[in-house]
């Protein structure tokens, strides 16, 4: 339903004329992010300039029970701001700055809409590294990174983005302004309002500042591609690594289809893939001293010959290093060109990982699915993209839903859960019954009535439709 011409006046009057968007080209643009084909455009997109107007725009929506969405850069994979009851669009897109970067504390302080890797490069030239690197770096902002915890290749090592955050301001859903914490690396008081709002996927409040963690910059690194015969030894592999006595920054698993359609999708990559090669493994090792580096490096290839693996690819220059990291990160994006598909984010011990790939391809024999599977290994965190191909639209409809809940039930009984880093959002929320019994969800429901009692934050997300 539209919104009526005094809600509409009253929004002008909070961000100006020139940043209220009624039209059906924005609202479309909008109304959609990384997630498959959805499209939920909001009645209307407001586009903020400071928590002030946040605030003005959160008391008129609870005061008049209007579903608001708050719109990043729209690079997620699980529909977290998709305006399921249209409403109002909340894009942060203005709130955009590195407020403070205290090399004396190691700190940074950044709006919402600060890109990831503009974010990493602006610390990186005062010697300061953060660590959280989505595929998505390039496009993706600090305040869905946050609202959807999210992790990447390095954070088997480094943590994802929940061990990094320090302090928020936030706005409720009432319009309070609050902070949830306080500047310091120990905070043992009362409840931790900054973890709770982190992964929250912005149903409980608008981030509008955080506080973040920085470490110092590490100086060398050593990458390595190694080549596996057998894709469930790759996945054997991760967790001998470890039990070797070396943490890797980085062990990210990608099976052969994941590399091949890469290569096709993305110029300017030479990697030679033989036809009986079934999986690689791209290995990374950080620090400050290069012959630490080598002995870590000479360790894991004594660990890898263990299995039956091709030669092993050592990346001798920045360019070579940074080609294979393109390839790595443009695997999502090569995988979505080539077919519909549905991506699933499954974690579990990284021990059980070799089983969740055997699972998921006999799963998908039985429903008749292909599956290509890639992901930070590391850390157990295995990305299934499950392809339509010549599937029927009958069966990709109705087949492919039980699969998927198999899929997670086989993961949760590998003690593992749902989501890594992509969150729950609209497309898994009516898997959550698999991941956690009725007390639990009542719970968090609880929490979300106490934080916004007329469910107008993000509604339609993380809880299943019967509890919505």
């Known amino acids: ?221 050593v990458l390595m591609l190694v080549p596996f015969y057998k894709a469930n030894e790759a996945c054997e592999a991760v967790s001998a690594i470890f039990r070797a006595g070396v943490v890797p920054s980085a062990i990210e698993f990608m099976e052969r289809d994941a590399i091949d359609w890469t290569l096709r999708f993305v110029e300017g990559i030479s990697v030679t893939i033989k036809p009986e090669h079934q999986a690689h493994l791209l290995i990374e090792v950080d620090g400050n001293y290069p012959e630490v580096l080598m002995l870590e490096a000479e360790k894991i290839l004594s660990v890898v010959e263990q299995f039956e693996i091709d030669e092993v690819l050592f990346a001798d220059t920045e360019d070579q290093k940074n080609a294979l990291w393109k390839m790595r990160r443009s695997v999502a994006e090569a995988v979505k060109s080539n077919s519909i598909y549905k991506e699933e984010d499954t974690v579990v011990p990284r021990y059980m990982l070799p089983e969740l790939l055997s699972g998921i391809k006999r799963i998908g024999g039985k429903y008749g699915f292909k599956s290509v599977c890639y992901g930070h290994a590391g850390d157990g965190n295995l990305h299934v993209n499950i392809i339509k191909g010549d599937m029927t639209d009958d069966n990709w409809q109705t087949q492919v839903p039980v699969g998927i809940r198999e899929i997670f039930e086989l993961t949760v009984s590998l003690k593992g859960t749902l989501s890594g880093e992509h969150g729950i959002g609209y497309v898994q929320k009516n898997f959550m019954d698999i991941a956690f019994s009725k007390i639990h969800l009542e719970l968090m429901e609880s929490i979300k009535r106490v934080f916004d009692p007329n469910n107008i934050l993000n509604p339609g997300k993380i809880f299943p439709d019967h509890l919505s």
Not at 50 to 68: F, G, Q, R, V, W
Not at 127 to 155: H, K, Q, T
Request: aromatic share 6%; charged share 20%; hydrophobic share 40%.
């Open 1 to 221: 339903m539209p919104l009526n011409p005094e809600i509409l006046q009253k929004l002008t009057n909070i961000v100006g004329e020139a940043y209220l968007f009624a039209d059906v080209e924005t609202r479309n643009h909008y109304g959609h992010d990384e997630t498959e084909d959805y499209l939920f455009p909001p009645n209307v997109v407001v586009k903020p300039a400071n928590p002030t107007e946040i605030a003005a725009i959160l008391k008129l929506a609870n005061d008049y029970k209007i579903p608001t969405t708050p719109i990043g850069a729209r690079t997620g994979l699980s529909g977290g701001a998709l305006c399921i009851y249209e409403g109002i669009g909340l894009s942060m897109e203005r709130l955009d700055k590195i407020i403070e970067i205290d090399e004396q504390n190691l700190q940074v302080t950044v709006e919402p809409a600060v890109i990831n890797q503009i974010l990493r490069e602006a610390v990186a030239e005062k010697g300061l590294f953060y660590p959280v690197d989505p595929s998505s770096m390039g496009s993706c902002w600090i305040g869905g990174n946050i609202a959807e915890n999210a992790g990447g290749a390095r954070a088997l090592k480094y943590g994802v983005t929940k061990d990094y955050v320090l302090n928020l301001e936030v706005v409720l859903p009432n319009g309070e302004i609050i902070w949830t914490g306080a500047n310091t690396l120990k905070n043992s008081t009362g409840y931790n309002l900054t973890q709770l709002m982190v992964g929250s996927e912005g149903t409980l409040g608008v981030i509008t500042k955080a506080v973040l963690k920085l470490l110092p910059k590490n100086s060398h690194n």
